[in-house]
């Protein structure tokens, strides 16, 4: 399981006395805890890998966020900072898919769902989250499959 490779790898930078990996670890970690204890609340079992992914990619997007304010600010150390755990939180994510990747998925995902046009953007976006979960920015994803829709 993912939670086993971050856990190993937090055991890992411990070790190595890597602070920035262990403290980047540790926050994943608490993260997913959270995001147990509120699927206990709606009564659903803790998060397997499939609902880890996005956990990891909207963490990501956060610290992507963080960079950007920080360089209007001319904070290179924060940016620094926000980037090296960019890297570590991606090295848990499944290798994304470039552009023209993305591009043929598109087009199988609306071939195979017989989309027709705007109406039917759901059943494609849905066909290609539940195929390359964490392998594509849906959101990326969403403006192409539109695009290509019209």
Do not use: F, W
């Not at 055991?11 to 993260?31: D, F, G, H, I, P």
């Not at 499939?50 to 956990?55: D, G, K, N, S």
């Not at 956060?62 to 620094?80: C, F, M, P, T």
């Amino acid at each position: 399981m993912l939670r086993d490779d971050i856990n190993k790898a937090l055991t890992e930078a411990q070790k190595a006395k890597n602070e920035r990996t262990v403290s980047t670890l540790r926050m994943v970690n608490s993260t997913l805890k959270n995001a147990d204890i509120e699927a206990r609340g709606a009564g659903k079992p803790p998060l397997g890998d499939a609902e880890v992914l996005p956990v990891l990619q909207k963490m990501i997007k956060q610290r992507q966020e963080s960079v950007e304010l920080y360089q209007k600010g001319n904070r290179a150390d924060l940016v620094k900072q926000e980037q090296e755990e960019i890297a570590i939180i991606s090295a848990y994510l499944p290798k994304q898919m470039s552009e023209a990747e993305m591009a043929a998925a598109i087009e199988a995902a609306i071939k195979d769902t017989s989309a027709a046009g705007m109406k039917d953007m759901g059943k494609v976006i849905g066909a290609l989250r539940g195929k390359y979960a964490g392998q594509m920015d849906i959101a990326k994803v969403s403006g192409m499959v539109k695009a290509k829709l019209q």
